[in-house]
C-alpha cells in the first residue's frame, strides 16, 4: 500500500476529500516472471498499481514494457509460447489461477494501442460494439451509451454530428479517443494504454495527455510510455523497467528528481536508452 494523497476511496463520480490516507491497489503483482519460449522477458516483478491514479511504465527499447502490460489483461497469452509463473491479483482473486474467467477481466480491463485502431464501421458502431457484443440492443440505451463514452473521450462535441461517417475518416487524435471512447464503452474500471499518443501530433497528444487526467477519477489507469516528459506530466507514480527487471517504482516527482537507483539516474538523465 502506498502512502499518498487520497482519490480512491470514495465511489465513482464523487468529490474527493485531500487527506492522507492509504490508496487501495487494483491490481497487486507478486512476483511475476514471464518467458517467450526459452526467454525470460520478465523477472521477479512485484509492484502493487493504486486505484483512480495514472501509473507509467518506462524504460528503453525491449525492456518488457508492453510485455508487462498486457500480462494485467491476460492479453500476452495470446501468444502461445508464453509461460507465466508468479501471481498478478485483481481484487481478492488471482487472475493467473486457472479457474479465473478471463472474459470476466476483459470487462473490467480496457485497453488502448499505440496505433489508433478504430473498426472500418461509423464512429457509432464502433463505440456501441462491445455493449453490444454484451447483449445491449435497445437502441436509446446504446445511444445513451454512445453520448456519454464520446463525452467521457471528449470528443462528444466535435463528433456528435458526424457519428455516421466511418472511423477511417476521421483524423489521428480523432480516431485514438474514438477508440478511448470504445473502450469506456463497457464500463471498466482499468484502462491499459500502450504508447497511446506516439503516433499523435503534439495538438492530439495535449488533448489525450488532457483526458487522462479526467479519466483517473473514474479509472485507474496504466500507461506505457518512451515519453519521460510525458510520464512526468501526467503520471503519479512510474516503474522504470530494464532488461526485463523492475529497477524503481516511486512516486513520479521523486522519480524524476531523487531517484535511487544509479540506473534510473542514468535513464532519466539521457545516459542510455
Ligand atoms: N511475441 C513475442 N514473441 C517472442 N518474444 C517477444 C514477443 N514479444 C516481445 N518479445 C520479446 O520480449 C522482450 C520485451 O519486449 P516488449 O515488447 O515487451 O518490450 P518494450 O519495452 O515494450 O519495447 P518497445 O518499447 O520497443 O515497444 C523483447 O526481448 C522482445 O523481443
Redesign the pocket.
Known sequence: MIEMQNKAQTPKNQSTEKKTEKVPNIYEVDDLNLW?GN?Q?LYEINMDIPQYQVTAII?P???????FLKTLNRMVEM?P?VKTTGAIRYGDQNIYEDKYRVEDLRTKVGMVFQKPNPFPKSVYDNVAYGPRIHGIKDKKTLDQIVEKSLKGAAIWDELKDRLDENAFGLSGGQQQRVCIARALAVEPDVILMDEPTSALDPISTAKVEELIQELKKDYSIVI?T?NMQQAARISDRTAF?LNGELVEYQETDQLFQNPEDKRTEDYITGRFG
Open positions: 517467450y526467454d522477458a524504460g527499447s525491449g525492456c518488457g514494457k508492453s510485455t501468444v509460447i506505457v518512451h523497467f
